[in-house]
């Protein structure tokens, strides 16, 4: 079994730059893929970023690409989003999940989720 604590999450103005956290704990993660996922309200949950097992290769969602950047520290055992120019249309829970998969982008492929984290984004 693997524990996922997302933190970093708060109220911020748009424009503005928030760090998520994402904190593994249980059987050894690191040869896992990490994924974020977002939950506007009335909306349907959605990808937002993934890295790989190894680091090597990152995806991102066309809405996000160039403002956000996925990262992980093996040594710490976290995965991180940093989110930059952040807008209103940001504002959701933000989820990170993880996958035995070398590389996925679906929500069907997660084996492990954490309990999301708010961003809101004020105009």
């Known amino acids: 079994q693997v524990q996922l604590v997302e933190s970093g999450g708060g109220l911020v103005q748009t424009g503005g730059s928030l760090r998520l956290s994402c904190a593994a704990s249980?059987?050894?993660?690191?040869?896992?893929?990490m994924d974020w996922f977002r939950q506007a309200p009335g909306e349907e949950r959605e990808f937002v970023a993934a890295?790989?097992?190894?680091?090597?290769?990152?995806r991102y969602a066309d809405s996000v690409k160039g403002r956000f950047t996925i990262s992980r520290d093996y040594a710490k055992n976290t995965v991180y989003l940093q989110m930059n120019g952040l807008k209103p249309e940001d504002t959701a829970v933000y989820y990170c999940?993880?996958?035995?998969?070398?590389?996925?982008?679906?929500?069907?492929?997660?084996?492990?989720w954490g309990k999301g984290t708010l961003v809101t984004v004020s105009s």
């Open positions: 890295v790989s097992r190894n680091g090597g290769t990152t």
């Open positions: 999940a993880t996958t035995a998969q070398t590389f996925a982008t679906t929500e069907g492929a997660m084996d492990f």
């Open positions: 249980g059987r050894p993660f690191m040869p896992y893929a």
